[in-house]
């Protein structure tokens, strides 16, 4: 029998730590009572309003939207906080009203959260109903969380926003309970009348929400034309640009793509990304494409996409296909350092308040949740990191949860059974898990209206940075009819890009990347050695080890490579290299399988060459085929086992193939489903990969000055970049104030300065105040080239002084002395702690001892005071012969090696006028293999020796109150962590201590995918 009430004062978990419920949890709870409608009034947003609309129509009732907002304090209240007020949308007027006041609320610079003016309520008044929640007409509960029962978690919910602080609010007191009632309770504790009102009111609202209806941006196109004319003109014009050939196939497949695009209403989204890419193609914006869509030769006509689906047998259905019912997915993927110029482009072109940045939520995963809860009620910080430490990390798509990690892990159970607290903790963990913790900005998902943003969603501003982001999350925002622009950073092509402006700037040769040749001997070659440190996708020393097997010579290669190397698909990486060095064993489970598995030695590399079997030997349309896909990545086991009985039964009646082969081909199949790269994608990102090797192979000094550049802000990169230049020849030096830029900066044989000029255009992560040396003519590239760390590399050392330091010897050259320096470098930021980093790490080498200069710092500093201000200082100062005017400093004893080194570390984060382990060469050099060596070349579980310095020591306690260790031990050519238990931990504890270097002997393991070794015996060096 339906229930005589409708429940108006509902919060859900997107009250951000205030309340417990789900939105399918409360729309289950509101049905089981009867209910046919059903309220939502978050505090001060509207984060959940489409989902809970979505919930509500799938469980037929009827969703009321609404918000719970505080109003500016009023002088006639005692409310603290202001009076609180309910609102709700009536109709769709009502809806957009809520839309506008909760951004405008939002966007407003309030303490404590927002607040809804008496001028907001009155500009958006129409359809918005509105109750005030301590009304005694109507029946309110309010509600925080579903059970009695429930109470505990939602305190301990509310102490986690209090920072651990356990404690009621003075808004609720011990005694109230904000539980689901039921409607037993809702009819004992209101009066009929009130009941009714709430029935009253639900009558009231009645918005018509059409979701996923899509609208696009306001693409200027002229005056007698259309969407669809225009994608046409593109297409041509593309088609001319590319020089590619009018073949009857061309045509047949352009038009076949053409007709799909335009008889979808995609046109408008087509246009728009291709002058997205446009802007950054004009501007030397380096961009690829992620997923599918370089499957299509539409895109890759009108530039949206750098590989040629043809050559690379790419299928259009992968990417859209006239079953698919969703909206086409473009990822676009720019130079990090340059993202923003595109963002803004977009903001200056589509307008500023029609253009922003998707929010997403932070959710209480496992970990999270336990040490949240730990440290709410009030327990020691290691019993939360104790109980954490237990629970696996999930795989991609599929966090771990509790449930889960209890039945995995039998020491976590223990835990649990055995521990009273952190039984307490975990099963409160469970009621709070899953639970909106945050909203941030999403990484990459941007929005684009033909109307202002607020016209189709909340917004609000960034938490932490202060940037517009909408309330809706990415899945919200496209059931609102806006389609998502994912706008993606990727840090190595701005390395491209930096590399390139680099050998143009040096050598005088303009490279365009997109254009290299893909047969380049010495890139081949250069990968089939190992050298992989700064390449995309290639690096790291697994994939390394398997490209030293397979000697790649093709693009195909690179490509097999990039999809194969994940879990389930790099269990195919051992064929495939057998396959490709001998050709006898390449063949076909089924002739026809031969025209999209030729390039991969007859075997499945790709998602596509999975679907393709579905279709061609299955009987499978393209949406079964996604189907198959989609099912087979969530891992459901009914799921799967209905989908494999389904495509074997395809592969016998269609195929007219035997029941053993069909069930080998499933077989072959499974591995790939969840985690294989689609074929585009893979050409997509191995084109980028290789690019990377080329700019490597052929310009290894700049290249790898651009990675150094890139990555500047990473100690541990640094120095795993540093020791690969010195691999392959590249001197790294210290700052020079005479040779050194902001950043790192390559000194060329052959080349001098003949001027210096502000970088054109964006050179790494440079600005404006970046500055790069011009040659003096034009050299081939040199093995003896060598990099100098950048001005700005120095800690302790502010880039305004070193910007001061470029421009002064741009205008005046090199610095020939140390009082010429003091003198002319004008800057208050020079100043005792400045001079003593330049001095301590090397960059003024060329005009003192270290030693010396820092015994008489103090009067550098009173030279440096005087020389600026004009005053004399010839009390102080005389001049020495030849006319060149300098300090006299007193005499002292010069920095060791050991002190030079420990200066480099403290300031550069690293060694690099030489190294500890360099007294150790002799030695070192008679080991069998090098750390580096070792990652590449050695197989888990194998006995093995390492030497090196300990960089780092990490001392834990194990659950019996056993110290042991992790440490990390370099050598010149990388590092690994080793694993030290108890035993051999109190055995050589005095040794384990950071500059220590030390020879180790143990077992090699695979430890969360990285490689490690398990001490068995250590000795210092």
């Keep these: 029998m339906s229930a005589k009430f409708v429940y108006l004062h509902a919060h859900s978990h997107y009250s951000l730590l205030q309340a417990l419920p789900k939105l399918p949890e409360l729309v289950r709870a509101a049905a089981a009572q009867g209910c046919t409608a059903l309220a939502l009034t978050d505090r001060g947003n509207l984060y959940g309003a489409i989902e809970f609309i979505k919930e509500c129509t799938s469980a037929g009732l009827k969703p009321i939207v609404g918000v719970d907002v505080q109003i500016e304090n009023n002088p006639s209240t005692s409310l603290r906080a202001g009076r ?238 006239p079953e698919r019912p969703s909206a086409p997915d473009i990822d676009m993927d720019y130079a990090d350092n340059r993202r923003d110029e595109v963002i803004e482009y977009a903001r200056k072109k589509y307008g500023v308040h029609n253009v922003a940045q998707i929010g997403t939520f932070g959710t209480m995963l496992a970990r999270g949740v336990v040490r949240d809860v730990a440290r709410a009620l009030g327990y020691p910080y290691g019993l939360g990191d104790r109980i954490a430490k237990e629970i696996p990390f999930g795989s991609q798509g599929f966090p771990m949860t509790l449930e889960r990690a209890l039945a995995d892990n039998p020491a976590l159970a223990k835990i649990y059974n055995e521990e009273d607290d952190a039984k307490e903790i975990i099963d409160l963990g469970k009621k709070l898990e899953g639970c909106a913790r945050h909203i941030s900005v999403h990484a990459a998902g941007i929005v684009i209206s033909p109307k202002p943003l607020v016209e189709y969603a909340p917004l609000q501003l960034d938490p932490k940075g202060g940037k517009i982001i909408t309330q809706y999350d990415m899945h919200s925002i496209e059931d609102a009819g806006l389609l998502k622009f994912d706008f993606l950073g990727i840090r190595n092509l701005a390395i491209l890009a930096h590399a390139v402006q680099l050998v143009k700037k040096v050598h005088g040769i303009k490279i365009d990347i997109e254009q290299v040749p893909l047969d380049d001997k010495k890139t081949f070659e250069m990968l089939a050695r190992g050298e992989t440190e700064g390449t995309f996708q290639l690096n790291g020393a697994g994939v390394t080890r398997y490209l030293k097997e397979l000697r790649p010579t093709t693009i195909h290669d690179i490509n097999a ?72 990545g969530k891992k459901i086991p009914e799921v799967m086992q209905a989908e494999k009985e389904k495509l074997i039964k395809g592969f016998i009646e269609y195929g007219t193939l035997s029941r053993s082969l069909a069930e080998k081909l499933w077989r072959l199949i499974e591995p790939f489903a969840a985690y294989g790269f689609n074929k585009a994608h893979a050409a997509s990102y191995g084109k980028v990969a290789y690019q990377t090797a080329y700019m490597k192979a052929n310009y290894p000094a700049l290249y790898m000055a651009a990675v150094l550049t890139a990555e500047s802000g990473n100690i541990d990169t640094i120095a795993t970049m540093v020791a690969e230049c010195k691999r392959m020849g590249v001197p790294v030096l210290p700052p020079d104030i005479n040779e050194s830029f902001g950043d790192f900066t390559v000194i060329v044989v052959g080349t001098a300065e003949k001027s210096l000029s502000p970088a054109a255009g964006h050179i790494g992560d440079a600005s404006e105040k970046d500055f790069s040396a011009v040659p003096e003519k034009n050299t081939a590239p040199n093995a003896s080239d060598s990099i100098r760390f950048g001005l700005y590399s120095i800690k302790n050392f502010g880039s305004g002084v070193a910007d001061s330091i470029i421009a002064e010897r741009k205008v005046g050259g090199q610095f020939i002395s140390l009082s010429d320096f003091l003198s002319r470098v004008d800057d208050q930021g020079l100043n005792k702690k400045g001079l003593e980093s330049l001095v301590e790490c090397g960059a003024l080498d060329q005009l003192g001892e270290r030693g010396v200069m820092l015994h008489n710092i103090e009067r550098l500093l009173l030279y440096h005071r005087d020389a600026t201000k004009e005053q004399s200082h010839e009390s102080l100062f005389s001049t020495l012969g030849g006319g060149t005017s300098d300090i006299h400093l007193e005499p002292a004893p010069p920095a060791t090696m050991g002190q030079r080194l420990a200066w480099e570390k403290e300031l550069l984060g690293l060694y690099v006028s030489g190294n500890p382990l360099d007294q150790f060469k002799e030695k070192l050099e008679r080991r069998p293999m090098t750390i580096g060596q070792l990652k590449t070349h050695t197989q888990p579980g194998v006995t093995t020796v390492a030497a090196g310095m300990i960089e780092d020591v990490r001392v834990i306690l194990t659950r019996g109150g056993d110290q042991m260790a992790f440490i990390k031990l370099s050598d010149q050519s990388g590092s690994i962590e080793a694993v030290v238990f108890p035993k051999n931990f109190v055995e050589h504890r005095d040794i384990l201590k950071p500059e220590t270097c030390i020879a180790l002997k143990g077992r090699l393991s695979n430890r969360n995918g990285e490689l490690s070794i398990v001490a068995e015996q250590m000795k210092v060096l």
């Design 561 to 632: 490579m990039v999809a194969l190397f994940r879990p389930g698909p790099m269990e195919t990486i051992p064929a495939y290299i057998e396959r490709k060095h001998n050709p006898h064993l390449v063949h076909y489970l089924d002739p026809r399988m031969q025209d999209y598995l030729d390039t991969s030695y007859g075997l499945i590399v790709y998602q596509d060459d999975v679907l393709l079997t579905a279709i061609k030997l299955g009987g499978y349309s393209w949406l079964e085929a996604d189907t198959l896909r989609r099912a087979m």
């Design 84 to 321: 609180r007020l309910l609102l709700y949308a009536e109709n769709y007027t009502g809806y957009k009203n809520l839309l506008a006041i909760v951004t405008e609320s939002n966007l407003a610079e309030h303490t404590g959260g927002p607040v809804v003016t008496n001028d907001m309520l009155k500009r958006h008044r129409e359809g918005v109903l509105a109750l005030d929640p301590k009304s005694t007409e109507v029946a309110l509960p309010e509600i925080f969380y579903l059970s009695p029962a429930d109470r505990r978690a939602w305190t301990t919910l509310r102490a986690i926003e209090n920072r651990g602080v356990q404690e009621e609010s003075d808004t609720y007191v011990e005694e109230e309970n904000f539980h689901f009632p039921t409607k037993t309770e809702m009819e004992a504790r209101y009066t009929p009348a009130q009941l009714a009102k709430t029935l009253e009111i639900a009558e009231h609202c009645n918005l018509e929400l059409t979701l996923g209806s899509w609208v696009f941006p306001n693409f200027p196109i002229p005056k007698n034309s259309s969407y669809d004319k225009e994608l046409r003109v593109l297409i041509e014009a593309g088609l001319k640009r590319r020089g590619i050939p009018q073949s009857p196939a061309v045509r047949e497949r352009i038009e076949y793509e053409y007709k799909i695009i335009c008889d979808k209403g995609y046109s408008p989204y087509f246009l728009v990304v291709a002058d997205l890419l446009d802007f950054a193609r004009k501007n030397g914006i380096l961009t690829t494409i992620r997923g599918s869509v370089a499957g299509s030769l539409v895109t890759y006509a009108i530039g949206v996409t750098n590989v040629d689906p043809l050559e690379y047998k790419l299928p259009f259905e992968r990417f859209l296909n």
